[in-house]
């Protein structure tokens, strides 16, 4: 192979851990693999057996960053080569000759981020071996058949859901499943306009039934109400139907055992922890709240008997934006943004602190450093980083707002809209943990492969985007022209233009480091803006794709976005490790089940992750040129099961109930994700910040209770606002532009003190930011030529475009 300068390298020295190893260095296609001679055990005698020859094998695209340190010749040190990879395995490998180093420098750079293709990684020619080569994980998870097991088929239509074939071509939304399920009061013809009013038409669609109160979990991206609030009249209709759906519905079963009071005690149980017991406190105590009356629909008109019994509250639908209040007022800006609750009468929303993709991949990358260290030496982590990274508020509070869904759905007895912005990151991890939570079935080894084949795989997560799979030259360095390439970048931010941009980031990021994205503003037709933007251009600026030929997902040249990169999928892996360490016997897989599935997440043997949406998986026939990861897991099926298993569901009984809770203030850190012992990283507690004394969730709990293993901090809610039609609270009051008429009214004089607007909050202030320089910013990204006619692109010279598209790439990512 062309980019293999050099296939073996003898005399290596491998260190991971402080622990040395000499040895033989293979480069191969798709792998490093190193090979030793393990060290006789202490004692053994010459003639004793000869230890057999191990091996270390390294996937290429599993390296996120590879440092050639040459040797200069009065330094006296050996050339080395550091790797650090997606797993937190740390290597160096030391030579005796520079030549040789350099070499092998190439041609892991050359065969991780020269590619370009994804047909050029290993799923496309693994080929496993027996057993193996016996299992088909791509028809594990048949749609139908899941809704089927939900209660939803064309012969059974009571529970007032059917299954829409509007996208069975794709052509509907482009990220979406083929298959959609939504309430049966709802015609395709309505899906169609309601479409124009979603983000890349990802309409609100039912991902979970519950089957003994018949209320929903669906997802959905935001809306797109444009600059004047504009308001889509089947939108509105889609989210009244969906929450319409379990009227009249009687409780046809309950879980053995259950009874109002058992029902009741696990409530009150969890509301000492949760936030959104705040939430309901607030109102009631600051401002007279809303009560369930209040949130339901007044048409409705089921006599009390016919109401379903509901144990330990009353109705209240719930809307969940995983986004910060701050980043969904910023959206507003661009002309989208988040539901006006006047148009969506009998529910409430609320506002998830949850950050975004930057937030997140910045808080890894401190987790990282924090850890790198641990090739050469042995040395502890470094406690101080792991704090400051806030990985573990992060998880906590997505395992916050996943206690909120279940609450609502499982306790209240209510429906849940889940989306941030376009309804593929947070919301995947959102709907998918609140599902585990609320389905026993989702805790068994096939209900949670089913669970993320449709949650993440068939309603779309942008895998390749969020992984990297591909590599990228920034993860690859020299150690003498690190400094030579900071310099270059340095000199070339001298564009007055770009040092404007610099100015309005400034001003975005001042009290907030999390925005959102901008993608929609230049396509509100959900148009793939962001899908192909990581095409490499050619010469002239225009993708590197013949008009006439059509290329496939697979074939097409790419490069890695770093700025797109988020570990959004292990996130959501470590949450559902918080809830096993939490509930051991409710898993009937274990630990060491995540942990390969995040390996294989990042080692590009299978085809299971390789694509961002089930449009792509089809097209690239994924089912039929790869193997599913599956394949993995399911020919060592008794390595991944827990031994601690309880089937048994029985509310009667504590610790059998149907519904499990995340416990809040007990996050603590998967320490055999991060390769580290337990003592390592939770000996002071997770959450602990330097100086705190470990201490148990239970302030009140006994000496001998308490342990340092799972130490809580007085936390902030998880949610940052809520709003209904009649009020907001937490979120200021100013959260939509008023009308255009409203606007023209002039006050009366003599009326303005009486009417005095009060000084703003914060979050009121940067409401009406966004109000204020929406027009402004719109007239910008006008003079980018975003959105513009084919005529007018035609018109501009070729350098002028490719100026105006880094221009508008950036603003994108800022704002993502």
């Avoid at 949610?719 to 200021?732: H, I, K, L, P």
């Amino acid at each position: 192979m062309e980019r293999i300068r050099v296939s073996k390298v003898e005399d290596v020295t491998l260190w991971r851990r402080g622990a040395r190893l000499d040895g033989t260095l293979h480069l191969m296609p798709h792998h490093i693999v190193f090979s030793y001679l393990p060290s006789p055990p202490p004692g053994s005698t010459p003639s004793a057996k000869p230890a057999r020859q191990k091996e270390v094998w390294i996937t290429y695209p599993m390296i996120s960053y590879c440092c050639l340190r040459p040797s200069p010749p009065a330094s006296h040190l050996d050339p080395s080569i550091r790797l650090r990879c997606r797993d937190f395995t740390f290597f160096a490998f030391n030579f005796l000759d520079e030549r040789k180093a350099r070499d092998v420098y190439d041609t892991i750079r050359g065969l991780s981020c020269k590619l370009g293709r994804l047909d050029k990684l290993l799923a496309f020619s693994y080929q496993p071996k027996p057993p193996e080569d016996q299992f088909n994980g791509w028809e594990i998870y048949d749609a139908r058949r899941e809704w089927k097991r939900l209660g939803i088929s064309p012969k059974d239509t009571e529970k007032g859901w059917r299954i829409s074939e509007i996208n069975i071509e794709y052509k509907y939304s482009k990220t979406y499943p083929a298959l959609v399920v939504v309430p049966s009061r709802v015609s395709d013809s309505v899906l169609r306009y309601a479409g124009e009013y979603r983000s890349r038409q990802r309409i609100p669609a039912l991902v979970y039934r519950h089957p003994i109160n018949n209320c929903s979990i669906t997802r959905s991206s935001q809306p797109q109400p444009g600059l004047r609030g504009n308001r889509n009249a089947q939108d509105e209709r889609l989210v009244a139907a969906i929450f319409a759906t379990n009227r009249g519905w009687k409780t046809s079963q309950t879980p053995a055992g259950s009874s109002p009071e058992s029902s009741m005690v696990n409530l009150h149980e969890y509301d000492s922890n949760s936030s959104y017991v705040g939430i309901m406190d607030t109102e009631q105590v600051t401002s007279g709240g809303t009560n369930a009356d209040d949130l339901t629909d007044s048409s409705e008109i089921e006599t009390e008997s016919d109401k379903p019994k509901v144990y330990g509250a009353q109705q209240r639908n719930l809307i969940v934006d995983a986004r910060p209040t701050v980043n969904a007022y910023a959206m507003q800006a661009v002309g989208l943004g988040s539901e006006k609750m006047d148009y969506y009468p009998g529910a409430e929303k609320a506002y998830l602190g949850i950050d975004n993709i930057h937030v997140m991949r910045r808080s890894l990358e401190a987790v990282v450093d924090a850890l790198k260290e641990s090739d050469f030496t042995k040395l502890p982590p470094n406690r101080a980083l792991l704090a400051k990274s806030n990985w573990i508020k992060h998880v906590s509070n997505i395992l916050d707002g996943t206690a909120l869904i279940a609450q609502t759905v499982g306790i209240m007895h209510s429906h849940v809209l889940i989306h941030c912005s376009d309804g593929w990151d947070r919301t995947s991890q959102l709907s998918a943990l609140s599902q585990i939570c609320l389905d026993p079935y989702y805790r068994t080894l096939e209900g949670f492969i089913v669970l993320v084949e449709k949650d993440w795989l068939s309603f779309g997560h942008m895998f390749r985007h969020r992984s990297g799979f591909l590599s990228s030259d920034k993860w690859f360095s020299v150690e003498n022209e690190r400094i030579e390439r900071t310099k270059g970048d340095t000199a070339a931010g001298s564009n007055p233009f770009e040092n404007a941009l610099r100015g309005a980031r400034g001003l975005f990021n001042r009290h907030n480091e999390s925005n959102e994205s901008l993608s929609q503003a230049t396509d509100t037709n959900g148009g793939e803006l962001q899908n192909v933007s990581d095409i490499a251009p050619t010469s002239e600026g225009t993708p590197n794709s013949k008009p006439s030929v059509k290329i496939g997902t697979v074939e097409e040249h790419r490069v890695t976005k770093t700025n797109e990169l988020s570990p959004v999928f292990h996130q959501f892996l470590d949450a559902t490790y918080q809830l096993f360490y939490q509930y051991p016997t409710r898993f009937e897989f274990n630990e060491r089940f995540l942990r390969r599935l995040l390996y294989h997440l990042y080692s590009c043997q299978y085809g299971t992750f390789l694509f961002d949406n089930e449009k792509e998986r089809v097209e690239a026939r994924a089912s039929q040129r790869t193997r599913s990861v599956w394949d993995y897991f399911l020919c060592r099926k008794q390595e991944f099961m827990n031994p601690k298993y309880d089937p048994v569901v029985n509310d009667s009984v504590r610790g059998q109930e149907r519904i499990i809770f995340p416990k809040k203030g007990e996050t603590r850190w998967w320490a055999e994700c991060f390769g580290r012992t337990d003592e390592e990283m939770n000996a002071f507690g997770p959450q602990a910040p330097p100086g705190l004394t470990p201490q148990t969730s239970d302030p009140h709990s006994s000496p001998e209770d308490r342990s340092g293993t799972s130490t809580p901090v007085p936390g902030e809610s998880v949610v940052t606002g809520t709003e209904t039609a009649s009020q907001a609270t937490g979120a200021g009051t100013v959260v939509h532009p008023p009308s255009s008429d409203a606007q023209m009214e002039e006050t009366p004089h003599g009326e303005a003190a009486s009417n005095a607007t009060p000084t703003p909050t914060a979050l009121e202030a940067a409401a009406a930011f966004s109000q204020n320089v929406g027009q402004n910013l719109v007239d910008g990204i006008k003079g980018l030529s975003v959105g513009a006619s084919p005529a007018v692109e035609r018109s501009r010279s070729p350098s002028q475009s490719a100026g105006d598209n880094e221009v508008r790439n950036e603003l994108e990512v800022e704002m993502q």
